[in-house]
């Protein structure tokens, strides 16, 4: 590979160190950067000019908690998730069944929860789209499902149907289920009798996924949910040599069968690792604490504003399992990774990460705790304190339609104005990273910034910014969805350490058109990218 030598802008060395006005670069890793990287390029003869022309390069973004297949596939289904009202859902499915006919399920994503009151959606909407086909669509926060009467009717789900164990089944006022599911129990009685995704469509969905990454300068992704399955897609991407870009994957802890799970996450990680693909591994599980604000399932120190004795939902009850299922899979040298919404949930995944290190001893584990919603002022230390990883999603620091329509009333004011802790956490010591949730939210790292540097919508609200006192510097949110993801993903361990621009690492690169830095505000979602490389190679450039 020839070399690139990078010059006429920035060159971002990471937060509080002196930028530099070039890069060197050869065989995919970083040589030199500032006069020591023009000297050498001058002296060689095979070197490609990039003339940044006044734009910015940094190391290029990881994404700590993402879902790559699930947004790939949804476009493989109805587009919903631009449809601003209940008809217009109905209309896009309509569209979509009638060009394909064959179809013998109809699957979509990710529709709005906030389009309907309290966020349940009736079968008998989507009966006026598709009646003969099951219709089953998911809404944006990826724990809710929407679904018409045919595919009730195929799952054997009626009025007497109880709640299942982690799940929930509302009702019509007459008995009749609602045609919204809550929760993987729930959701499992349905998807369970689904058929699988093709194998060439899940190859689409990750091609898809990887040139989405790509265009926003990602390089890295954690996938924070696998089952088998998936783990044969991306094996198989591999095999293939297509797989777009680095990608780790969190495999799946289900409470209900973890009992015989973990031996198979060793063998699959295993069976990843003996690949020998520099761009993929499988060091991770992944644990849900909890659920989510907006369906009353994410777990509460005190009860939701809706009802006294409702604290939400515990995944793995209120005793010890979680923890001893933490300390199981640590034993074996997985990464932990805890989903925790609620400030229950963010003590319950601290209480069993300390029980791992009690347990196991000593090591580098950079446990993960992904979302930390809530986070309680007698557990904000604790994350510096057990070297956890705090992975937050800054997207949804702010005042939109979700936040204002399902999650505040349900919250209260008080305890809605301590939510996404961000500089609070950072300021603590501890490692605070930066993820999407993609496809739950937008993947774009300039879009979560954006939010982490303002506290605002997208119209301006708050002029001041939502909970200011939260608000992260601009070079600390670079930092967060940059290095500090690098170090959620062990990437100093790798045979070319990435998420750095220091001589030796991994030629991992985001160029921005120009300054991020120089933007304000919710400007610098709009900071445009002209190209992202990895190891060196241009992996996506911008058009004219």
């Known amino acids: 590979m020839a070399a690139t030598f990078f010059h006429g802008g920035r060159v971002w060395r990471g937060a509080g160190k002196p930028d530099a006005d070039a890069l060197l670069v050869r065989d995919g890793r970083v040589v030199a950067t500032g006069d020591e990287a023009a000297r050498l390029a ?19 973004f990881g994404d700590g908690h993402a879902h790559p297949l699930f947004g790939g596939l949804e476009a493989e289904g109805p587009a919903v998730r631009p449809c601003a009202s209940v008809d217009e859902i109905v209309a896009e499915v309509r569209r979509h069944a009638q060009e394909h006919p064959d179809a013998e399920w109809i699957f979509g994503a990710s529709y709005d929860g906030s389009l309907s009151e309290g966020g ?33 009717a195929l799952a054997g789900i009626t009025a007497e149907t109880p ?20 929760e993987w129990g729930a959701i499992d009685l349905v998807m369970g009798i689904a058929p699988a995704r093709a194998a060439e469509e899940r190859m689409r969905a990750l091609a898809a996924a990887g040139s989405y990454f790509l265009a926003r300068g990602v390089t890295w992704v954690q996938d924070a949910w696998v ?31 973890f009992g015989h799970q973990l ?12 690949l020998g693909c520099p761009l993929l591994t499988a060091h991770t599980v992944k644990f849900f604490a909890d659920g989510v604000i907006e369906n009353e399932t994410g777990a509460l120190l005190e009860p939701y504003c809706s009802g006294l004795h409702d604290h939400g939902m515990r995944v793995w009850g209120p005793g010890g399992a979680l923890a001893d299922a933490v300390a199981a899979v640590d034993a074996e040298g997985f990464q932990i990774h ?31 705790i992904a979302h930390a919603q809530l986070v309680d002022d007698a557990d904000l230390a604790r994350f510096a304190e057990l070297g956890v990883v705090a992975c937050m ?19 209260g004011q008080a305890r809605s104005d301590r939510q996404y802790r961000m500089r609070s956490i950072d300021e603590s010591g501890a490692v605070l990273s930066f993820g999407s949730d993609w496809p739950v939210s937008s993947g774009d790292p300039r879009d979560g910034m954006a939010v982490a540097v303002s506290r605002q919508n997208a119209d301006g609200e708050p002029a001041d910014g939502w909970t200011p006192r939260e608000i992260v510097p601009v070079e600390r949110a670079l930092h967060a969805y940059s290095t500090a993801v690098a170090h959620q993903a062990f990437a100093d361990r ?51």
């Open 42 to 60: 001058g002296a060689a003869e095979d070197v490609e000019s990039v003339d940044l022309e006044g734009g910015f390069l940094m190391p290029s």
């Open 163 to 182: 709640d299942p164990e982690l799940g929930e089944i509302p009702h019509r006022a007459d008995g009749e289920p609602l045609g919204t599911l809550r």
């Open 263 to 274: 031996p198979a996450m060793v063998r699959a990680r295993d069976r990843v690792a003996e």
């Open 120 to 152: 349940l959606f009736d079968a008998r909407w989507l009966d006026r789209a598709v009646a003969d086909r099951p219709v089953v669509l998911r809404a944006w926060d990826y724990h809710t499902i929407w679904v018409n009467s045919k595919a009730l």
């Open 393 to 411: 999603q800054p997207l949804w620091a702010q005042l939109d339609a979700l936040m204002n329509v399902l999650t505040v009333p349900r919250l």
């Open 494 to 544: 790798a045979d070319a350490p990435w998420g750095a621009i220091v001589p030796g690492a991994s030629a991992d690169l985001v160029h921005f058109a120009r300054d991020p830095r120089a933007t304000r505000g919710r400007a610098l979602a709009a900071t445009p990218i002209v190209a992202t490389y990895l190891a060196g190679e241009c992996r996506f450039r911008a058009g004219p």
């Open 227 to 257: 089952e088998p399955a998936d783990v044969d897609t991306y094996v198989e991407a591999a095999v293939r040599g297509i797989l777009p870009l680095r990608v780790n994957l969190a495999q799946y802890a289900d409470p209900r069968h």
């Open 338 to 368: 805890i989903h925790a919404i609620g400030d229950a949930a963010v003590r319950q995944a601290l209480d069993a990460i300390e029980h791992a290190v009690a347990v196991n001893g000593p090591r580098d584990r950079r446990p993960v």
